[in-house]
């Protein structure tokens, strides 16, 4: 294998190196997974009574055909009308916030080396915390949590502007407002209270966990634990053409050769996205636009978000985020923390010198755009604030090699992945329309 690596990088001669490239990926680093609870978790993601209003779902942000994600730089959650990029401000209810972050794909999270999620690293494996797991629930934070993933389930459905809805609207909103998440009375109590009693899931958990004799025995931690089997089964993804090529049964050829040999040589992009999933799982400044409102406190009026440094309140963590995975990276744009890029190929342009990039706001797919959206690209000092934060030196690209790259990451398309396993349910217990 190592043979026909080093055949391939000899004909296009960037000074990469065979073993720059990852060994392909097994079944072993994977978590098992149980078909039944697959099954189970399945019909939770995509039923809307896990929202205070019964109106979203998992899979309205997280949608299989808009490559496990929405489309859309930042997504609407309570207070929208509609999927993808045809979704809309609903003008009788409209959101008191726009979400501050693009919604991450799916893909490959039930891989074992995924222990720590969102764009921030908020959600973390830790074995010296209660429950195994580092969150801003902090001391508060339950057992029974599967695992990251799992426990990665419990963000939106707390989330006003997300699932949640408003605390005059619904009494999940209320627990989450009177600061009541866990024990009886709690968010999570009601949620579970309504899933249990429906009939279908009430028998559906019974048979899946031998811990639940009856339907107040479900707890949000075994809906969490379902549908994060769910995601890791759905969305697997180790069957695309790159994975050919890994496992010695194919080559790239022409424009995707090359880009796989910039990847791993000249353009630098190994240095962060490496593994077989392309990513380091750790926190980089790399200078991304910021648009949107920000990630901010309920006391905080500011537009900025600080990334890990909100996380850490370490200054070198200053507008860094986590390493995004790049598989199906093709079909899950826009691009960056805020999504502010459209463009696949501009983001690589802007992300190889991003202090020298200007970005242009057209870029942005925003649902009903408002001049605060870009408050902090059009105040200078901020701006440059983001793009001081960078440390990594700039790679100069021409329009042929970003071209090459962008033909490279096309190889990462698993179309068996982007299909499902299970697919869309034809409906759901609660008989609640489906997104």
């Excluded at 009886?184 to 209270?193: C, D, I, K, P, Y």
């Excluded at 910021?290 to 500011?302: C, L, M, N, R, Y």
């Excluded at 899950?332 to 190889?352: E, K, N, R």
Aim: glycine content about 10%; overall charge negative.
């Amino acid at each position: 294998m190592r043979f026909i690596y080093a055949i391939l990088f000899g004909l296009y001669g960037a000074g990469a190196m065979a073993q720059d490239l990852p060994d392909p990926v097994t079944d072993d680093d994977y978590i098992p997974i149980g078909l039944d609870e697959a099954a189970l978790g399945q019909l939770l993601f995509y039923d809307p009574i896990l929202s205070g209003n019964r109106n979203i779902a998992c899979a309205t942000c997280h949608h299989p055909k808009l490559g496990t994600a929405d489309g859309l730089a930042l997504g609407i959650g309570e207070g929208g009308i509609g999927l993808g990029t045809d979704r809309r401000i609903d003008p009788d209810n409209p959101p008191e916030e726009r979400i501050p972050r693009n919604a991450p794909a799916l893909f490959n999270l039930g891989a074992k080396e995924f222990t720590v999620l969102f764009h921030d690293g908020r959600l973390e494996v830790d074995d010296q915390r209660p429950g195994g797991l580092r969150t801003p629930m902090d001391a508060d934070m339950v057992t029974g949590f599967a695992s990251a993933l799992s426990a990665q389930t419990m963000f939106p459905v707390l989330s006003r502007d997300e699932m949640a809805g408003g605390h005059r609207e619904n009494d999940v909103a209320r627990a989450v407002r009177q600061g009541v998440i866990t024990g009886e009375g709690g968010a999570w109590s009601l949620l579970s209270q309504r899933v249990a009693s429906i009939p279908a899931y009430a028998v559906q958990f019974a048979d899946v966990y031998p811990h639940i004799s009856e339907p107040g025995d479900i707890q949000f931690t075994d809906i969490s634990n379902a549908i994060a089997v769910f995601m890791a089964h759905e969305w697997r993804s180790d069957t695309s053409p790159f994975d050919a090529v890994l496992r010695a049964r194919a080559t790239l050829n022409g424009k995707a050769a090359e880009g796989m040999v910039l990847f791993y040589g000249h353009a630098g992009c190994s240095g962060c996205h490496s593994g077989a999933f392309q990513t380091d799982h750790q926190f980089h400044a790399m200078g991304a636009p910021q648009i949107g409102p920000g990630k901010s406190a309920t006391f905080e009026d500011h537009h900025r978000d600080e990334g890990r440094f909100r996380v850490t309140g370490d200054p070198a963590d200053l507008y860094a985020f986590r390493t995004p995975s790049l598989r199906n990276v093709a079909l899950t744009g826009p691009y960056g923390h805020a999504g502010a890029h459209q463009s696949l190929a501009q983001f690589i342009a802007d992300h190889a010198d991003p202090v020298a990039a200007e970005f242009d706001r057209n870029q942005a797919v925003l649902t009903d755009p408002a001049d605060a959206d870009f408050k902090v690209m059009d105040d200078p000092a901020q701006s440059a604030q983001i793009k001081a934060a960078v440390t990594t030196p700039a790679v100069e690209l021409s329009s042929d090699e970003v071209a090459a790259l962008v033909a490279f990451l096309h190889q990462l398309t698993d179309t068996d992945a982007m299909t499902g396993r299970l697919g869309i349910p034809d409906r759901v217990p609660s008989g609640l329309p489906l997104p």
